[in-house]
Structures are given as C-alpha cells and as structure tokens.
T-cell receptor
C-alpha cells in the first residue's frame, strides 16, 4: 500500500519551518525522501533506517519511528530553493532482507514565498 | 559523471501507435527501475531489473507494456498499442545495489502524450 503523506500542501514564507509526515500501515525497512521540482526528476535527500535514527542535510532533517511506521521531514528556516514536491518512498520489511522496492507517497507540495 | 540518460524527453503519438522509451543507467549500477508518474496515481514502480534480469514486474499495468534490458547499459520500455490513459511521465532510475543505504538516481524522464 501507498504510504500516506500529510499535509498535502504547505505554504511558507522564507525563514519559516515546516514538517512533512509519512505514515505506513506496514512495518518498514527504510524510508527514502526525495524532492521534485516542477518538470524535473525526483532528487534524493536522505535515507532513514529502522532503529529510530535521525539524519540531517543542511537545514533539512528527518526522523523515523519504526514502531509507529512513521517518518517526518523537518525543514528549518526555509529558503526559496526548498520549494517543490516532497515524496517519501517506503520499503516494506520482508524478513530482514532489502529488495530495494520503494512505494511512494502522493507527495507534499511545498511553496516558499519571499 | 553522466547521470541516468533517457530518450526521448518528449513523445507525442496517436492512439494505437507503438512507443519505445529508452534508458541508459549510471555506469556500474546493477539495478534499473522504471516508474510512471501521473497526477492521479503518483509515482508508481512498473518493473525493475538486477544485472539485466527482471526481478519484479508486478507493477506493469497490462500486456501492452513490456520492458527489456539487453545489456548493462541499456533498457527499453515499450507500449504497444498505446492508449490515451498511458499519458504520463516515465522515469528510469538506477542504483548501485539494493539495501538499506542504497540510493536510487532518477533520470530526467520522458513526457508521453497519447492523443
């Protein structure tokens, strides 16, 4: 099943913060976050593994709560360049083996205004 | 290094015609994925290959769709005959391997319009 992302859209002013959530009904092996700008390919942001780890990339960080099968992406002090659609891709746990098969959420549209 | 290369970038065709989309993965990557993106269904995995062998084609919509990977540097996705509902952006992605830390790198996509 497709993971559910919330909210569907966010509008921010430069410098504001945002949180994007990704929830799955199945036990997850990993969560991958991508950003896609209009008319372009999705670009990889980060991978999170089960174990509740957190990661950061510049002012973008994420967490993964494997017990709740949820991941959150945190955008701090947003910049104009953060605008785009954010997707989470989830890999379902299958006996501890990763097969690389990702199922993507429907996306969250983030718009940052000056 | 060149990323994933896809051709054509845009394709407009008429219903019933055969369409062939092409992909060159990043050199050295053993896994190749074909995705389709539409407003209604989002980003869907169609099929993926490991070392040129199809591993999972459960996402291929129907028999009109077929994919091949004759060698490590080339893959095709063919639609025959095409229908208007096939209109979408088709992405090819590749990864070095599969595993919890492996990243999929996406190509620029082929925007297909079937009239």
């Amino acid at each position: 099943q497709q993971p559910v992302q919330s909210p569907q859209a966010v509008i921010l002013r430069e410098g504001e913060d945002a949180v994007i959530n990704c929830s799955s009904s199945k036990a997850l092996y990993s969560v991958h976050w991508y950003r896609q700008k209009h008319g372009e390919a999705p670009v990889f942001l980060m991978i999170l593994l089960k174990g509740g780890e957190q990661k950061g990339h510049d002012k973008i960080s994420a967490s993964f709560n494997e017990k709740k099968q949820q991941s959150s992406l945190y955008l701090t002090a947003s910049q104009l360049s953060y605008s785009g659609t954010y997707f989470c891709g989830t890999e379902v746990a299958a006996g501890g083996t990763s097969y690389g098969k990702l199922t993507f959420g429907q996306g969250t549209i983030l718009t940052v205004h000056p | 290094d060149a990323g994933v290369i896809q051709s054509p970038r845009h394709e407009v065709t008429e219903m019933g015609q055969e369409v062939t989309l092409r992909c060159k993965p990043i050199s050295g990557h053993d896994y190749l994925f074909w995705y389709r993106q539409t407003m209604m269904r989002g980003l869907e995995l169609l099929i993926y290959f490991n070392n040129n062998v199809p591993i999972d084609d459960s996402g291929m919509p129907e028999d009109r769709f077929s994919a091949k990977m004759p060698n490590a540097s080339f893959s095709t996705l063919k639609i025959q005959p095409s229908e208007p509902r096939d209109s979408a952006v088709y992405f090819c992605a590749s990864s070095l391997a599969v595993g919890p830390r492996e990243t999929q790198y996406f190509g620029p996509g082929t925007r297909l319009l079937v009239l």
